[in-house]
T-cell receptor, first 112, second 115 residues
Framework: QKEVEQNSGPLSVPEGAIASLNCTYSDRGSQSFFWYRQYSGKSPELIMSIYSNGDKEDGRFTAQLNKASQYVSLLIRDSQPSDSATYLCAVISLQGAQKLVFGQGTRLTINP | GAGVSQSPRYKVAKRGQDVALRCDPISGHVSLFWYQQALGQGPEFLTYFQNEAQLDKSGLPSDRFFAERPEGSVSTLKIQRTQQEDSAVYLC?????????????FGPGTRLLVL
C-alpha cells in the first residue's frame, strides 16, 4: 500500500462546476497536509495547507481533513479552464524529518 | 524576490557519465530538499539539509547519488555513473525554517535524460 494514494484520473469537470479531489494516507502520525498544483512541465505550486480536522477555505478552494478516516480532500468551486492541471496531495509525518510524501497526482481537466 | 533556481534546466548524459545538478534556494532559507519526479508520478524525497547539515538521506536510491550543501546555501546533487533509470526531473525545494508546518517552495527542476 502506498503511503499517499490519489485517483490518477483524468478527472473531467465542466467549467463552473465543483471539482472534488480526494486523497488517503496510511501513516497515522501524519501532521501536515498539502495540496500542490502542477502544470505540465512546471514545478509544484502550493495551493492549500491544512493541519487540523475540518474545513479550510481560501477563495475558490476548500481543503477538508478527517484524521480519523485518514482522508483529505480539495474542492474547487466555479472551476475555470486555468484550473486544468495535476493536483498533488502531500503529507508530512512527525517521524519523517519534514519530508513531503506525495501521492501520484490527479490530472484534472476543466471543459469550457 | 527571487525564487528557488536550478541549473541546468535540461541535461542529456550518456550512460556512465557523472552529472552535477545545482540548486540555489531562496536567500536565508534554512531547509533544503531534493526530490526526484518520474514521468506521470508524484515527486519522491531524496534528501534533506538543515543549513549545511544533511539530516536525512534515506531517499537516495543508491551510493551513486551524493548531495552536499557546504556553506548552508547552494546545494549540489551529484549522480555518478548515470543509468537510464536515473532519467527524471530533479526538483529542489527550500523552506524558511525547519518545522512540519513550513511551506516548501519548489524550483523549476532539472530534467535529466540518460541515453
Amino acid at each position: 500500500q502506498k503511503e499517499v494514494e490519489q485517483n490518477s484520473g483524468p478527472l473531467s469537470v465542466p467549467e463552473g462546476a465543483i471539482a472534488s479531489l480526494n486523497c488517503t494516507y496510511s501513516d497515522r502520525g501524519s501532521q501536515s497536509f498539502f495540496w500542490y498544483r502542477q502544470y505540465s512541465g512546471k514545478s509544484p505550486e502550493l495551493i492549500m495547507s491544512i493541519y487540523s480536522n475540518g474545513d479550510k477555505e481560501d477563495g475558490r478552494f476548500t481543503a477538508q481533513l478527517n484524521k480519523a478516516s485518514q482522508y483529505v480532500s480539495l474542492l474547487i468551486r466555479d472551476s475555470q479552464p486555468s484550473d486544468s492541471a495535476t493536483y498533488l496531495c502531500a503529507v508530512i509525518s512527525l517521524q519523517g524529518a519534514q519530508k513531503l510524501v506525495f501521492g501520484q497526482g490527479t490530472r484534472l481537466t476543466i471543459n469550457p | 524576490g527571487a525564487g528557488v533556481s536550478q541549473s541546468p534546466r535540461y541535461k542529456v548524459a550518456k550512460r556512465g557519465q557523472d552529472v552535477a545538478l545545482r540548486c540555489d534556494p531562496i536567500s536565508g532559507h534554512v531547509s533544503l530538499f531534493w526530490y526526484q519526479q518520474a514521468l506521470g508520478q508524484g515527486p519522491e524525497f531524496l534528501t534533506y539539509f538543515q543549513n549545511e547539515a544533511q539530516l536525512d538521506k534515506s531517499g537516495l536510491p543508491s551510493d551513486r547519488f551524493f548531495a552536499e550543501r557546504p556553506e548552508g546555501s547552494v546545494s549540489t546533487l551529484k549522480i555518478q555513473r548515470t543509468q537510464q533509470e536515473d532519467s527524471a526531473v530533479y526538483l529542489c525545494a527550500s523552506s524558511p525554517r525547519s518545522g512540519w508546518k513550513e511551506t516548501q517552495y519548489f524550483g523549476p527542476g532539472t530534467r535529466l535524460l540518460v541515453l
